[in-house]
């Protein structure tokens, strides 16, 4: 996906001429896109951590390292494979186990794609755009309804009819059962309407500040965005990346950026500018965030966690896994 979206954007962008573009960035909404980058990760970090509240109470600077260590693992490894590894560092460090906390990240997914395609849908009839982005969004409400619906029947399956039926079936093989019941212990935080509210709420204020970051980086090369063109333009993105791309999602991103921004009117040169110019500061922001917080929390790349021989033995026996804290 990344080489076709790579080989589309050479056949549609002159790369010297948004070089030029880019060397015009004012620092000062550099600046603002930084601080809005930390907002945004901040918020993040918040909304795990109060996903992880019903499980295990853990201090935020620590959740947020977990954060940026899943950030840093996306930057460098492909298919978004830095959400295992957060998770997994996460339930070795604090003592949770890893598939309650996998249940925890895929809530999480699911409250930011809801936001993403509300954001989406919003600025698509506001802004009468038609075409393409407007199919792309009723798809991806298509696909909020169904993870909807798998997260209530992964959270009701105990009452479901044939459900003693299943279970009796799956006795046959107790470590999987019990990495099931992990799992949807992990889920279940979905049932519980205050945590499920202070996610939506600290959701909004990352969207919030995943908007600005589009709007100052469109100001630090002289590309006027409203609000909502910003809004599709951090949406769409974010749709985008859905889709297993190379690691850093690179080439999707930008091309993404580039097509929403046609719709504006924006000159293609400017609009890859400006995509390069948020991209390098979300990666940036990200990667050198996820180092400070893999030395602080010592944890190791190479296996997800800084305890060695019984990292190992775990992720070898999942049964091994400790207790909810």
């Not at 009452?159 to 992990?182: C, K, N, W």
């Amino acid at each position: 996906m990344s080489a076709a979206a790579i080989w589309v954007l050479s056949t549609s962008v002159d790369l010297p001429r948004a070089m030029d573009v880019l060397r015009t960035a004012n620092p000062l909404w550099i600046l603002v896109m930084f601080g809005t980058t930390l907002i945004d990760v901040a918020a993040r970090g918040g909304r795990w951590r109060a996903l992880l509240a019903p499980i295990k109470h853990i201090p935020y600077r620590r959740v947020l390292g977990y954060t940026y260590l899943g950030y840093l693992a996306n930057n460098v490894l492909p298919a978004r494979l830095g959400e295992l590894v957060r998770s997994h560092a996460l339930g070795e460090g604090e003592g949770v186990s890893r598939p309650t906390v996998l249940g925890t990240v895929v809530v999480e997914r699911i409250v930011d794609t809801v936001i993403v395609v509300g954001l989406a849908g919003l600025a698509v009839v506001a802004l009468g755009v038609g075409g393409v982005m407007s199919t792309a969004v009723g798809l991806g409400a298509g696909f909020v309804g169904l993870l909807i619906v798998a997260l209530a029947v992964a959270n009701m399956s105990h009452r479901l009819p044939f459900a003693d039926r299943i279970t009796g079936l799956a006795e046959r093989y107790p470590r999987v059962l019990e990495l099931a019941r992990r799992l949807r212990e992990g889920l279940s935080v979905a049932r519980r309407p205050r945590t499920v509210v202070q996610a939506l709420a600290l959701s909004a204020v990352a969207w919030a500040a995943s908007i600005a970051t589009f709007m100052a980086g469109g100001q630090a090369l002289g590309v006027e965005l409203s609000f909502l063109q910003a809004a599709l333009l951090s949406s769409g993105v974010a749709l985008a990346t859905i889709v297993p791309s190379a690691p850093g999602y690179v080439g999707t991103f930008e091309l993404t950026a580039v097509e929403i921004a046609k719709l504006f009117g924006i000159d293609p040169d400017a609009a890859f500018a400006m995509a390069l110019l948020v991209h390098a500061m979300i990666l940036a922001v990200t990667s050198v965030g996820g180092v400070i917080a893999a030395l602080r929390l010592g944890v190791g790349l190479g296996t997800g966690t800084g305890s060695g021989t019984k990292a190992a033995d775990n992720a070898a026996n999942p049964a091994l896994d400790p207790p909810r804290g």
